[in-house]
């Protein structure tokens, strides 16, 4: 709960009952006292436990090995059942935990600073209410992902749509990156048509049967009959055209239309912001969403791509703000957009597009969860870049967004040997996105070795290929079979998470928050009611796993293990160590005996092989979906239904 609020200007003093004390005085905020952890901050890469760490409260985009930067900042934090705080401010600001908290805040900056209590889970909830309603993703937005930045004409997608119909693997997203002109962003490269000042209709596109997309709508049906959805990839510039790329006459009338109209971020002289050398987009103007008529030009250019059935867009980039005296029409500069220009962006794209469309974004700032699915950028595909990983993860959690993803096995660099694949591919299956992308043919080292200049995807058969292991489909293919499996029971959790102001990937002592063990333990998770604990290094075998006090049972062995301990367990290359609660259910899609990592395809509307696994000899479950809200109860191998339920859902024991 909220427990006081202040202006950063105002000097003021906050003493908890275990003798920390909150210090607000002269633009600095200042905690002293003994306390060994605290989290939040955002997405960070670096660390779980921030205490003696260093960073600045700022969006940036930097190509892997992110280390102390983030594409997804947050000024709030917490230090576990003793207080929270909440910065409401839009500018970057300096955070020390070395060893006792400074944070230095703008003096011209009178923001709002709020003082929360409670369990850990209290002050996310609380956290989340400020900040914004968590917005639900489409039910298909649960199963797997599938993406690579070198499908860019409609044969190589008509190739990649046969490709898992044959393997048999269970897609419902497919995302194109590369589809577009490179010039305007918004028309499918090769199109022809008249270049105007007009937004235009797919029908004034024509399309040559040779060129690289032949008819992108046909294309468009054709991937929804298969099952999987459609996101196109977006960046908020108007490009500044490089010497090597085509001359494009649509682009010079949108860039002298956007200039002339001030449609963009501007400079104190009145000419356009262009980015700097030395950044992504060099030269390139962005646009300024906190203009209506900047929204209605944007998206009107837009309006084709819905109107053909796209479901979605993959919001790359907004970390564009490198000056202070960046102006924008609000009344706002780059000091106080620095930040939230990336939120603003995407909430632009979520007007644009409504609710039951998908966003997936990389940078953000404060809100970011009432707005679309949050992924972790661009990592190397190393051990190192994993574990980062799963640090950006847990803490997105901590710090209130639902919905997170990372790119499997990572995005960049060389391809991941296949230990590492396999433990990433595991990892996905549980967390609340799972989505496999990579960079370019070549990637980062198309200029350094010719060698290097490979088709480097990451999807599981040119893995397969690379490595010549007949296993791999086989294997990696259960994984997807699984997601599918538990897909009604995570949009279950999802829903409630969502009514709840909770988090479905959650450090485990969001729920354990009187477990001494819980608290420092951060190599483990939650994902809903089941206890991850994933392989993060190399040539792990056996790991130690804390069980929390409750029995919990082996999701893919049934194993009954008391809780209360730490246990050393042995893990095949090809084995997950992840257990259900027992007291709670799953709901599932799986074969007539609820075997697991069962072909199920890639519906996710049929509730023709749901079933419910129940856990303990007594328990209640609570499940949601768009047509059912139920409670299950059980004791002593009776069962009892309340709510509105779908069908006769068939029963399996597990005790």
Known sequence: MITHQFKSYENNEVKTSSGLVLTIKDWHISITGSYDQIFGFGERFNAINHKNTEFDNRVVDHFCNQGNLTYYPLPFFFIPNELGIFIKTKRAIHISVKPELVIQLDSDDECDIIVLSGQPNEMISDFMSLTGKALLPPKWAFGPWMSAHRWNTEDLVD??????????????????EQWSDEATFYVFNGATYQPSNEAKKYTDFNFDKQGP?????????????????LLLWQIPVIKKLEPKDVPNRQHELDWEAVDSKKLTARLPVGSAFTIPEGHWFPGSMIPDFSQNETKNWWFSRRQHLLDIGVDGFKTDGGEHIYRDDILFESGENGKSMVNQYSHDYIEAYREFVGNDRELFSRAGYIGQQSVGIQWAGDQKSTWSEFQSIFNAGINAGLCGQPFWSFDIAGFAGDLPELELYYRSTQLSVFSPIMQLHSEPIGGQFTLISKEKVINNERTPWNIANTYDDDNLIKNIRKYYWLRMNLLPHIYSESIKCVNQNNVLMKHIMVDYPNDSIAIVTHDQYLFANLLVAPILNKGVLERNVYFPKCDWYGLLTNELIHGGTTQSLKVGLTDVLVYVKSGTALLLNTNSSGQLMSDVGNSIDSKENHLIKIYGKQGNHHFMSETEDFVLTWSDGKTGIEGTVARNYPIVWIN
Request: proline residues 6%; hydrophobic residues 45%.
């Open 159 to 176: 190739q990649q749509l046969g490709i898992i119909k044959e393997l048999n693997f269970p897609f419902t997203v497919m995302v194109l």
């Open 213 to 229: 997309w032949k008819d992108p709508k046909a294309m468009i049906n054709r991937i929804h009959q298969q099952g999987l959805k």
